[in-house]
């Protein structure tokens, strides 16, 4: 059976309860319409919802910098817990360091390259990601630890923005091209498996709607208000 005729989406829940399933046990998500996504698109749609995450953390670094006290620190656990989960513990681990890695490294060439930086890399994040959820586990950042918070998020931020540029214009284009065709619909198949086997459901769905409901929390849910001004 191929990818297109398998992959079955399913629509999350509106707001922060459907989001959550990613985190809390039992929840679970509603079986919706039929979609046709490759592996790779897939990949890549999971890096859109890591990108988002990278806005937030860029976003109220300028908060923590001027009134710390004001930040919703518990909206900003929430977003490096998605993180983790999502990004670290299932789109790293499970498909990137298990599948994808090993059979660019087997294939050489430029990409191969990249591995070893792309592993060093998973690995600072997730230290990081640990730094955040230490300084606002208990629910508000202290002033102390404003500054090295706010420091940690942009570092974050600029490593992850180029890590996904990376991986999305060159390793999985190279490990796209190093599989027959046969393989690559096989893989798209075994990494939906895996998927709903980690979140119970379709975890994109999820993720997507956890991030949307995290940015309207902290008031950054207006794409709008990132629209560059106009140069004179």
């Known amino acids: 059976m191929t990818t297109a005729s398998r ?15 990613l985190l809390l046990p039992g929840a679970c998500a509603k079986a919706g319409a039929s979609e046709d996504v490759s592996a790779t698109e897939d990949l890549m749609r999971e890096h859109g919802v890591l990108r988002r995450l990278l806005v937030v953390y860029r976003s109220v670094v300028p908060l923590l910098r001027s009134a710390p006290d004001k930040l919703d620190a518990a909206a900003l656990t929430e977003a490096a817990r998605l993180f983790q989960t999502f990004g670290e513990d299932y789109h790293e681990k499970k498909l990137e360091e298990r599948h994808i890695f090993p059979q660019v490294h087997k294939a050489g060439g430029e990409a191969a390259g990249l591995v070893p930086i792309l592993l060093q890399q998973h690995d600072r994040g997730r230290r990081i990601t640990g730094f955040i959820l230490a300084k606002c586990g208990a629910g508000k950042v202290l002033t102390g630890d404003a ?13 992850y923005e ?8 060159v390793v999985f284009q190279a490990w796209r091209k ?37 940015e309207q929390r902290l008031g950054l849910h207006d794409l709008a208000r990132l629209t560059a001004p106009i140069v004179a």
Do not use: C, N, W, Y
């Open 7 to 21: 992959r079955t989406a399913l629509s999350a829940a509106v707001g922060l309860a459907a989001g959550a399933a």
């Open 147 to 159: 500054e090295p918070l706010a420091r940690a998020l942009e570092s974050f931020a600029t490593m």
């Open 162 to 169: 180029a890590h996904t540029a990376f991986e999305d214009t």
């Open 178 to 214: 190093s599989l027959s065709a046969k393989a690559l619909d096989e893989m798209g198949d075994q990494f939906e498996d895996i998927e709903k086997a980690t979140f119970h459901g379709d975890g994109f769905d999820m993720a997507v709607a956890h991030v949307s409901a995290i």
